[in-house]
């Protein structure tokens, strides 16, 4: 019996270093939010983040066409570890009809911008970002 509780300890326990779970949240998890862009919106259209949380976006077009998510001031503020899926210039992401592509950034200052679709924002598609 002590044995076997032992056994289980050191299962768990091994090295000294105890491994049980534990309900802290692991802030090198980044957050996912999907954010679907289709013919013509965003959903959600209002985005909201917080100040030092690592994100995972996932962009995902649905629609016929292709769409962007534009927004420069935003893409300016946040510190991207996927910089390679910006346009040159940096202001906006591309997605031509079911591609996907991740955003993984930390924000690191609060703020309010503005989203569009650089192409359908004449038809509506716009959006609103706030990190807080
Ligand atoms: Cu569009």
Known sequence: M??????????????????????????????DVTVVLSDYRF????????????????????????????????????TLDTPEILVPGGGEVV??????????FIAAAAGRYPLSCADHDWAGMTGDIAVE
Do not use: W
């Open 2 to 31: 002590r044995g076997s509780l032992m056994a289980l300890l050191a299962l768990h326990c091994g090295a000294g270093v105890c491994t049980l779970p534990v309900t802290v949240a692991d802030r090198s998890v980044p957050e």
């Open 95 to 104: 997605l031509g009809p079911g591609e996907r592509k991740a955003l993984l």
């Open 43 to 78: 959903s959600p259209d209002h985005l909201v983040f917080r100040r030092g949380v690592p994100y995972r976006v996932l962009l995902v077009n649905r629609g016929k066409e292709l769409h962007e998510f534009t927004a420069p001031a935003f893409l300016q503020a946040i």
